[in-house]
Nanobody, 127 residues
Framework: QVQLVESGGGLVQAGGSLRLSCAAS????????MGWFRQAPGKEREFAAG????????RYADSVKGRFTISRDNAKNTVYLQMNSLKPEDTAVYYC????????????????????WGQGTQVTVSS
């Protein structure tokens, strides 16, 4: 069983930055694909960023490309999401997710591909 705990959310003005962290339990973390998803009120959960097992492959939603950076530290069982140039439309609950599906190389973008989820952290961007 893997547990994921997000931190780092909060209130920030447009144009500002936040860094989200996701701490994972379990000794197999380094083999997992990890992703960040977000869900705004009244909307479906959507993919924001994902990273493969060793960090050399990343994927981003078009809406965050060039502004967000996902990274991981397998020695610390932690994945990060650096969010810069934040916009009000980035306001959402951000969820960390992990999966052991596949070989750890392909980064999945569908929520249904991820087995483990954190409780979420709120990010609010004011205009």
């Amino acid at each position: 069983q893997v547990q994921l705990v997000e931190s780092g959310g909060g209130l920030v003005q447009a144009g500002g930055s936040l860094r989200l962290s996701c701490a994972a339990s379990g000794r197999l973390f380094s083999s997992y694909i990890m992703g960040w998803f977000r869900q705004a009120p009244g909307k479906e959960r959507e993919f924001a960023a994902g990273i493969n097992w060793n960090g050399d492959t990343t994927r981003y939603a078009d809406s965050v490309k060039g502004r967000f950076t996902i990274s991981r530290d397998n020695a610390k069982n932690t994945v990060y999401l650096q969010m810069n140039s934040l916009k009000p439309e980035d306001t959402a609950v951000y969820y960390c997710a992990g999966t052991s599906k596949g070989s750890g190389i392909v980064v999945y973008i569908m929520p249904s591909d991820y087995r483990y989820w954190g409780q979420g952290t709120q990010v609010t961007v004011s205009s």
